[in-house]
Nanobody, 113 residues
Framework: QVPLVESGGGLVQPGGSLRLSCAAS????????MGWYRQAPGKQRELVAS???????RYADSVEGRFTISRNNVQKTVYLQMNSLKPEDTAVYYC???????WGQGTQVTVSS
């Protein structure tokens, strides 16, 4: 497992946008499938988006059409562009290669007026 540091969260009004970043390290970053997960208080952790090493992406139904996951293998960074944010998107967001591996600290996203 490579160390992962999430950033970019904050407070935003409904309909607004945020761009999350996940900074990784290590020489094998480009071979990993990476995912963005979120966990709201009292709810289980949920996979919201993933990107394979060939560039293919998948999204949860709840974020399809609003979120975009991307990666830069030179910078060793995974991004999550979040548009048209809703209050139900409020959660702590994490990135990881495998949910069985240790988690980072995550970044808080709060959508409220």
């Amino acid at each position: 497992q490579v160390p992962l540091v999430e950033s970019g969260g904050g407070l935003v009004q409904p309909g607004g946008s945020l761009r999350l970043s996940c900074a990784a390290s290590g020489t094998l970053f480009s071979i990993y499938t990476m995912g963005w997960y979120r966990q709201a208080p009292g709810k289980q952790r949920e996979l919201v988006a993933s990107i394979f090493n060939n560039g293919r992406t998948r999204y949860a139904d709840s974020v399809e059409g609003r979120f975009t996951i991307s990666r830069n293998n030179v910078q060793k960074t995974v991004y999550l562009q979040m548009n048209s944010l809703k209050p139900e998107d409020t959660a702590v967001y994490y990135c990881n290669k495998d949910p069985a591996l240790p988690w980072g600290q995550g970044t808080q996203v709060t959508v409220s007026s």
